[in-house]
C-alpha cells in the first residue's frame, strides 16, 4: 500500500453530491501503478463554498484537481487560464496549477468520444437525440461535432435554459445545426435518433430505480439505436437496462470516465498512465469482472 507522507502531491475531485464517485478509484489504482507520490481525494464542496475551497486548495498546495456536478461551469470564473476546448464546450472538468493560478480544461469531450468511434458509424448520418443541456451535454455537442455529425437534437424541461443552452452557442461558429425540443416532443424525436444520451442526472445513485425516459418512450428507440448513458454507477443504469431490452447497443459512462480520466492524470503527473489498470479498477469495484 502507498505511504501517504508530508511530501505526497495531493490530487481530488469536486462536486456535490461526491460520494458516489469512482474517480478516487481509478486514479489511486494508477497512482500505485506509476510509482509517483500522490494521492487522489474526493472534496464535497457545495455551491456556495466553491469559491473558498478553490482559494483553500491553493493555500494548501493541491496539484490538481477533477470537477464534476454541479462545478463546471461555475468554476471557468475562477481560472487564469481557460483551453480552447474548455472555452468551447463552456465547461472545465480539469484544472491544474500553474504559477499563474489554476489552468482547466475538458476532457469530457474526448472521454465521451472514444467509446463512440470504435463503433462502424457514418457520423455524418446519425442523429443524435441528448437529455438535458447542463455542462455535461455540452462536452456531448462538441463530441458530435467532432464526429462529424451534421444536426444535433437537444431535449429539456425548462424551456428557458433550453433557450439558452442554443443561444449559447451563436458565437461558437460549430459546423453542426442544434435543434431545441420540450420534453413532450420525445415520441417525435427518438424513433428517428440513431443516438440517444442521457446527460442528465436522472439514474444516478442514489435514485437508482429512476431512468430519464419511461417505459412508453423507450419502445420507441429503434433496435439499431445507440442508448449512451453518462452516468457510471450503477451499473448498468435503468436507463441502458431498457435499452438492452429494446435491442440497442447500450455504451455506459465507464469507458468515458476512464478516458477523460487518464487523460487528466497525464496533465497532473506529466506521465502516461495506465488506462487498462484504470478500467480494470472500476470494473472490480463494481463486481464486474467475472
Not at 217 to 239: G, K, S, V
Not at 260 to 285: C, F, N, Y
Amino acid at each position: 500500500m502507498q505511504q501517504i507522507t508530508g511530501k505526497t502531491k495531493l490530487l481530488g475531485v469536486i462536486g456535490h453530491p461526491i460520494e458516489h464517485s469512482l474517480s478516487p478509484v481509478m486514479h489511486n489504482a494508477a497512482i500505485a501503478q506509476m510509482g509517483v507520490d500522490y494521492v487522489y481525494l474526493p472534496f464535497p464542496i457545495k455551491t456556495a463554498d466553491l469559491g473558498v475551497a478553490i482559494a483553500a486548495f491553493a493555500a494548501i498546495g493541491v496539484q490538481g484537481f477533477s470537477v464534476t456536478i454541479p462545478h463546471k461551469q461555475a468554476i471557468l470564473s475562477l481560472l487564469s487560464e481557460v483551453s480552447a476546448i474548455a472555452k468551447l464546450t463552456g465547461a472545465v472538468n480539469t484544472v491544474w496549477r500553474t504559477e499563474q493560478g489554476w489552468s482547466g480544461t475538458n476532457t469530457d469531450v474526448e472521454g465521451f468520444v472514444a467509446p463512440l468511434q470504435a463503433l462502424n458509424r457514418d457520423w455524418s448520418q446519425t442523429t443524435p437525440v441528448i437529455l438535458g443541456h447542463g455542462g455535461a451535454a455540452r462536452a456531448v455537442v462538441v463530441g458530435c461535432t467532432q464526429l462529424g455529425c451534421n444536426e444535433i437534437h437537444i431535449v429539456g424541461r425548462n424551456v428557458q435554459k433550453l433557450s439558452q443552452f442554443q443561444q449559447s452557442w451563436m458565437n461558437a461558429l460549430l459546423p453542426v445545426t442544434i435543434n431545441i425540443h420540450r420534453w413532450e416532443e420525445l415520441p417525435e424525436l427518438l424513433p428517428q435518433a440513431d443516438l440517444v444520451v442521457n446527460s442528465t442526472p436522472v439514474g444516478m445513485y442514489p435514485h437508482v430505480e429512476q431512468s430519464p425516459l419511461d417505459a412508453a418512450a423507450m419502445q420507441l428507440l429503434r433496435p439499431d439505436a445507440i442508448a449512451y448513458d453518462l452516468i457510471y454507477t450503477p451499473n448498468p443504469t435503468q436507463f441502458l437496462q431498457q435499452a438492452k431490452e429494446q435491442g440497442a447497443v447500450a455504451i455506459d459512462g465507464l469507458e468515458m470516465l476512464v478516458q477523460q480520466g487518464a487523460t487528466a492524470l497525464k496533465i497532473w503527473v506529466e506521465q502516461t498512465p495506465p488506462v487498462d489498470i484504470m478500467r480494470r479498477s472500476l470494473q472490480q469495484h463494481l463486481g464486474l469482472l467475472t
